[in-house]
């Protein structure tokens, strides 16, 4: 006799559990409090549907905060593995000059939706739409539009607590910490961060991209570019240092970036320039030998004393190492993601609960934490297969 799974949230994670699990062994059910199931997934697709990441699965890993809880996961669904299983139900995709996945042929978000989604149809799965968990009854069951669920296993895909306008408003986490189920409270990831800028400089520069620039903090490096807006900095290459200027945040109030304007030279190689240079001014230079943008340069001039900028040593080394103040990250509506949900110790290593016996969370609803480019999507799928794989498994 097959068993019951109930599925409580309609995202990518679920999709996943339900496409591996064995439809001989499990009838499957997805709840969505929404009108239809996605809705999250489609929103992210509007700015640059990558799907995954090309890179090595040992790279790939690396990306993730903290990088244990999931490799296990991801080692047994690859972004290889991802890719292929897309192409069976009917998404083939290629990878894009920044290494990121894209699916062929301009298939929008929702084509790619729809292919999902048939997929489970055709397995069998059933939708239940306009289906909202609220907690509890008193023999531990989930309850879903005031009555109790009795499935054989419950799985948890929630989600995080961003993009509340597609229903993933994190609502959930005061019902798990009422069950008495440990939860770390949500934090805003890949988001915009707030710098006190000096006032002329960004009356001059707001809304100017910082291009070809590498950014460290705690030693971590990203590369990419990064807009210059009234509030701070946003952009990939500040998104994927979330974990390290939250975390500064955190112990000292204020975090300090550094921002490598030309990470293709060496500190030396600038120093050599700049004394070697035919041009007379320090902003030709900058501009003309050392091929600085205007954002660049006047970040240098309104941050630097006339001493330090007509320096040529000092000038170098800011360059390599321009120094940033932060002062606060953007809200939780504003970010891309979250960090917090769910804390990882008090799941099992197969997520289940360890208070909930055959209960279990999946994807983004859990303590961890991924930069953009399609590392959230990818951890996310592989937690599903890896808990159908799991059940599949013991049943």
């Not at 292929?84 to 298939?107: A, F």
């Not at 004394?275 to 003309?288: A, P, Q, V």
């Not at 804390?343 to 953009?372: H, S, V």
Request: charged share 20%; aromatic share 10%; glycine share 8%.
């Amino acid at each position: 006799m097959k068993k019951s799974v109930a599925i409580i949230g309609g995202g990518p994670s679920a999709f996943l559990l339900a496409a591996f699990l064995d439809k001989e062994k499990f009838s499957t059910t997805i709840y969505e409090k929404n009108k239809t199931s996605g809705r999250k997934f489609l929103v992210a697709g509007k700015g640059g549907f990558n799907l995954t990441h090309s890179e090595s699965i040992e790279k790939l890993i690396n990306r993730y905060t903290p990088n244990n809880f999931l490799s296990t996961a991801l080692l047994h669904f690859t972004n290889q593995d991802f890719r292929n299983w897309l192409e069976q139900i009917g998404v083939p995709t290629y990878v894009g000059s920044s290494k990121r996945v894209y699916p062929e042929d301009g298939k929008k978000p929702i084509q790619v939706l729809n292919s999902i989604l048939n997929h489970l149809k055709k397995k069998g799965v059933l939708f239940k739409y306009e289906h909202t968990f609220s907690g509890w009854d008193t023999h531990n069951y989930p309850i879903i539009n005031d009555h109790a669920v009795k499935s054989d296993y419950t799985i948890f895909a929630l989600g995080g607590a961003s993009w509340s306008v597609t229903g993933s408003t994190g609502d959930w986490l005061s019902t798990f910490q009422g069950q008495s189920i440990d939860i770390q409270p949500f934090q805003a990831s890949n988001c915009g961060f707030n710098i006190n800028w000096n006032s002329k400089f960004i009356e001059l520069n707001e809304g100017t991209p910082l291009k070809n620039i590498a950014i460290c903090c705690n030693d971590v490096v990203q590369k990419g570019e990064a807009v210059i807006t009234k509030f701070g900095l946003e952009g990939n290459a500040i998104y994927g240092l979330s974990p390290q200027i939250r975390q500064q945040l955190i112990t000292h109030s204020t975090a300090t970036i550094f921002i490598d304007f030309k990470p293709s030279l060496s500190l030396e190689k600038v120093i050599s320039k700049i004394k070697l240079s035919n041009y007379r001014t320090t902003k030709d230079i900058l501009k003309k030998e050392l091929k600085l943008s205007l954002p660049q340069i006047d970040l240098l001039k309104f941050y630097l004393s006339k001493e330090s900028y007509l320096n040529k040593e000092i000038l170098a080394s800011h360059i390599k190492q321009f120094p940033l103040e932060i002062i606060n990250t953007a809200s939780i509506e504003e970010s891309i993601s979250t960090v917090g949900g769910v804390d990882r110790d008090a799941l099992t290593e197969n997520y289940e609960l360890k208070i909930l016996p055959n209960q279990y969370c999946i994807g983004e609803m859990i303590d961890w934490d991924a930069p953009t480019g399609g590392y959230l999507l990818q951890a996310c799928s592989s937690t599903g297969v890896f808990l159908a794989r799991h059940l599949n498994q013991i049943n």
